[in-house]
């Protein structure tokens, strides 16, 4: 991606942007889901490296496990698994380069049950929807999806993790909520740095009798701390910790059969040989400019708006490109000082009067113009302020009407519902700090409503991001609700608003945890709680500093924290 960058944008980007990045903890998936986003099923071909031929050690002795009855729920893609079971029942012979260890093999086949239990494998999500059907069976469960048994196929591959942040595709959840009826759980070869799974998992281990093993955690992992307080062993070492170790344990072996060591195993170097080939090929057939486009999406991830928003605007390629000049909006809309803003404007405007052929580019538009005339309300005329408030309700009523309030095109109708409770929050937050305070009552009723809106959100999206962003709306209306009523907050809220944090934080999210902490402030300030407001309104602050050139929250970050550090005075005020 970066070379294909300074190909594009050769006075813009050089190797210290490159240091940055690659040392900024951006996951592998994250990477390649901004790749994604702009090449897209292109991107995808590099999973086609993970391709096995042969079976590893811990491949072999998960088989094992599974044909004793046991189930796994993994994040992994290959098919690995699936071939030991293949070699261990006979289905499947050696391949003619392996015939060496055919007498392991044989060793290895003496290990399995006089009644195997027959393998299931779910990955696709209709998959999940017929196992939990059918009673969840014993089976092999990729919540992350994966490549097809012929390995020539990608089946509902989770690309990014944040695509379901805190929100796996329901049946995929249960897969993982279900563990906890499991009466010994074995955590191994994780890290713990999915945020859609890591939360439930932790929740799962909690009701059993449960370890987590292994070999090595990265500086300042949240594991040991977390399992510790779940009652999780955690066997962190190169002993006990590999999944080798784990699963001779769990079948009670003390000896295994010999295998192909990992010296003399193909797989590294089969997959470095396949991922160049595809590194090569992707390059050739794909403008440069794409992946310019890529690379400022993903600075713009970390942090660096103006980067992001100069490779966009230099590249001439990008210029007549609909996709880069909605990503260039959305970086404005994102730096959000008032010449931006109105640039940003001006593109949605302009994306809407060429009419894209997709109406959901059409729809996103027609959205994005609503939440701009939110954006610069305050700054307009009185007569302005009219114009910006019936776009701001007339255009999710739109999206609404044409997508049949959800029947079609959900996601879209989704997008729309969650743009009524986004601008509703910011209006009855307006009306909290500058209105009398009398009408506070009606104002929590107001926001409990838009509540609703929210959840109808939630419920349409299949995007697990929406979803949480739309849950974190919710409970922030929720919380608000709660402040202008009188009350405190739900137990409820509160533990869901904790968790969503944690999720956001695991995901290197810091502005979604920097928002749910300030909602927390709300939470605690409805209890009269001061002290803990006060920790929790410093929490989000530094949370929307983090990763920031400036040093300094986004504009529109800090305006929403004053507008709850103003609430919160005023809830104090009339508390003394």
Not at 77 to 95: K, N, Q, S, Y
Not at 201 to 220: I, M, Q
Not at 276 to 299: G, H, I, L, N, Y
Not at 368 to 379: G, I, W
Request: glycine residues 10%.
């Amino acid at each position: 991606m970066f070379a294909q960058t300074r190909v594009a944008a050769p006075e813009l980007v050089d190797e210290g942007h490159l240091r940055a990045m690659t040392g900024s903890g951006h996951k592998l998936e994250m990477v390649l889901g901004r790749l994604w986003g702009v090449l897209g099923d292109d991107a995808l071909g590099c999973l086609f490296a993970l391709r096995v031929e042969l079976p590893n050690t811990g491949h072999l002795l998960a088989a094992l496990h599974l044909l004793q009855g046991g189930t796994h729920v993994t994040v992994n893609f290959d098919v690995g698994i699936e071939l030991a079971h293949d070699l261990l029942t006979g289905r499947v012979g050696l391949p003619d380069r392996f015939r060496s260890v055919r007498p392991d093999l044989d060793q290895w086949q003496q290990l399995v049950p006089s009644a195997p239990t027959p393998l299931t494998v779910v990955t696709a999500k209709d998959e999940f929807d017929a196992w939990a059907v059918s009673g969840q069976p014993p089976a092999l469960l990729k919540v992350h999806g994966g490549l097809s048994r012929d390995q020539r196929r990608l089946l509902d591959v989770v690309v990014v993790d944040i695509e379901e942040i805190g929100a796996l595709w329901p049946t995929r959840l249960r897969a993982v909520q279900g563990l906890a009826d499991a009466e010994r759980l074995v955590i191994t070869g994780y890290g713990g740095a999915d945020p859609d799974v890591y939360a439930p998992l932790l929740v799962a281990a909690e009701s059993s009798w449960s370890e987590w093993r292994c070999p090595t955690l990265p500086p300042g992992s949240p594991v040991p701390g977390d399992a510790a307080a779940h009652q999780i062993t955690a066997l962190v070492n190169w002993d006990e910790g590999t999944a080798v170790a784990a699963f001779a344990s769990l079948l009670g072996l003390d000896e295994l059969p010999a295998w192909v060591p990992p010296d003399r195993h193909e797989a590294p170097r089969a997959y470095e040989s396949a991922f160049e080939a595809w590194s090569a090929d992707v390059a050739q057939r794909c403008p440069a400019a794409k992946f310019a486009q890529a690379w400022a999406w993903m600075v713009a991830d970390a942090g660096d708006l103006d980067l992001a928003a100069a490779l966009l605007q230099s590249v001439p390629a990008l210029q007549d490109d609909g996709g880069a000049r909605i990503r260039l909006a959305e970086v404005l809309y994102a730096r959000a000082s008032p010449a931006d803003l109105l640039e940003a404007q001006r593109i949605y405007t302009g994306l809407l009067k060429e009419r894209p052929p997709d109406p959901g580019t059409r729809d996103f538009c027609l959205l994005r113009t609503a939440d701009l005339a939110r954006k610069t309300l305050l700054s307009a005329s009185p007569g302005g302020r009219v114009r910006r408030l019936c776009v701001m309700a007339a255009a999710p009523t739109v999206v609404l009407v044409r997508t049949r309030f959800g029947r079609r095109r959900a996601e879209t109708a989704a997008d729309a519902y969650g743009q009524i409770g986004h601008s509703g929050l910011r209006l009855l937050e307006l009306c909290a700090v500058h209105g009398p305070r009398q009408a506070w009552p009606v104002l929590g009723m107001f926001a409990a409503g838009l509540g609703r809106a929210s959840r109808r959100a939630i419920e349409l999206a299949e995007n697990g991001n929406r979803r949480a962003i739309n849950r974190q709306r919710e409970l922030t209306l929720h919380a608000l609700s709660a402040v202008l009523r009188g009350r405190a907050a739900s137990g409820d809220t509160v533990e869901a608003l904790t968790s969503l944090r944690l999720v956001y934080r695991n995901a290197g999210d810091f502005p979604g945890a920097g928002n749910c902490s300030v909602t927390l402030a709300l939470a605690a300030a409805s209890a009269g709680d001061w002290a803990a407001a006060s920790e929790l309104l410093t929490q989000g602050r530094d949370d929307h500093r983090e990763g920031q050139p400036t040093g300094e929250p986004l504009v529109g970050a800090a305006a929403v924290i004053r507008r709850v550090e103003s609430i919160i005075g005023r809830v104090r005020a009339r508390g003394a």
